[in-house]
């Protein structure tokens, strides 16, 4: 008996060993697999929430020349106010400067506005992750099946991404407190 129970511990304890080790995925695999977007079972609910006349932004900066220098805008765009490391941050570090109607990465590539989920993600990394995992922003859909989601942008300002603070409601009412309209306890 006492054979029986060393051996079931070590069995189990390889088991334990064994399904906790590595997936066997490479660290290398799940960065191709993420900079390629291949989960096709991921669909966008709705478009980057875009100011009305706004988009293409091509249409208004096709014939204006980039300007990188940080400084206030007060003509157009004078409604966006950078609230988003601000210190450091430029229109330009996000949006491209040859191509308006796209958003660029760290290394140069072009991304849509759909995509810019990757953008946030190179500053906000584990926000990337557990957005990826549904465990951050909205998903709906079925488990196994195709999963709607919303992009950071459709929850998140991105030049003022912090939320702002909301003012409180009043308390619930107590079942001790509710009237009829005649003011009679319910």
């Given amino acids: 008996m006492n054979n029986y129970f060393k051996s079931s511990f070590v069995i189990l304890s390889a088991l334990i060993f064994f399904s906790c080790s590595k997936s066997g995925k490479s660290e290398?695999?799940?960065?191709?697999?993420?900079?390629?977007?291949?989960?096709?079972?991921?669909?966008?609910?709705a478009s980057p929430?875009?100011?009305?006349?706004?988009?293409?932004?091509?249409?208004?900066?096709k014939n204006i020349e980039p300007n990188h220098k940080r400084r206030?805008?007060?003509?157009?765009?004078?409604?966006?106010?950078?609230?988003h490391d601000e210190k450091n941050r430029w229109c330009l570090?996000?949006?491209?400067?040859?191509?308006?109607?796209?958003?660029h990465l760290a290394d140069g590539r072009l991304l849509d506005f759909t995509e810019s989920y990757k953008l946030c993600g190179q500053c906000h990394g584990p926000t990337l992750r557990n957005w990826l995992a549904g465990e951050h922003g909205k998903r709906t859909g079925s488990w196994k099946g195709q999963k709607q989601y919303l992009l950071c942008v459709n929850c998140h300002n991105p030049h003022s991404p912090r939320f702002k603070p909301l003012e409180p409601l009043p308390r619930p009412m107590k079942p001790s407190e509710l009237r009829d309209t005649n003011g009679i306890r319910l």
């Fill in 49 to 61: 929430p875009f100011s009305e006349f706004i988009f293409p932004c091509s249409r208004c900066h």
């Fill in 28 to 45: 290398e695999t799940i960065k191709t697999n993420y900079e390629s977007n291949k989960d096709s079972n991921l669909i966008a609910v």
């Fill in 72 to 83: 206030e805008l007060v003509w157009a765009h004078d409604n966006i106010k950078l609230e």
């Fill in 93 to 103: 570090d996000c949006h491209d400067a040859n191509n308006r109607d796209k958003l």
